[in-house]
């Protein structure tokens, strides 16, 4: 963990964090993506996926896949996280990883996926759902 981000976690959660799955990414077919959490804002989450439907099919694979594999990260001293292994293989990682702040969590990315990522969003002409943005500017 770079050194700018360890005395907010430390203050936030006492160096708790939750690392899952990045579903968004993995059911997109892509690979090398995890996300961490701050363990206060898992448990905001965990609240709101325990409000959707339990008979709603979509919900029960979110709940399976991301609850599922959800495993706690505490974060020592030095800014270090254990990733799991079974976590670390799902997401194809390495001895090289991406942090990317993402408001109230982060992204863990192997390397090479996130170059390849970035350069894909450097050079599409997407602009798929910029009208949903509203007012925002920059």
């Not at 363990?39 to 008979?55: D, F, H, M, R, V």
């Not at 270090?80 to 997401?91: D, G, M, S």
Request: glycine letters at 6%; one cysteine or more; charged letters at 25%.
């Amino acid at each position: 963990m770079p050194t700018r981000y360890r005395e907010n976690i430390h203050a936030c959660c006492d160096r708790q964090l939750i690392i899952t799955v990045a579903v968004n990414e993995r059911c997109l077919g892509e690979l090398g993506c995890l996300w961490l959490y701050p363990l206060p804002e898992w448990e905001k989450l965990e609240n709101t996926i325990s409000q959707l439907p339990t008979l709603n099919k979509m919900a029960g694979k979110l709940r399976r896949f991301l609850i599922g594999n959800a495993t706690e990260c505490d974060m020592d001293a030095q800014g270090r996280l254990l990733l799991p292994e079974k976590l670390r293989t799902f997401a194809n990682m390495d001895k090289k990883l991406v942090l990317v702040g993402q408001l109230n969590k982060f992204e863990v990315w192997n390397d090479s996926a996130w170059q390849a990522k970035e350069q894909a969003w450097m050079t599409e002409d997407d602009n798929d759902g910029l009208a949903e943005l509203g007012t925002l500017s920059f």
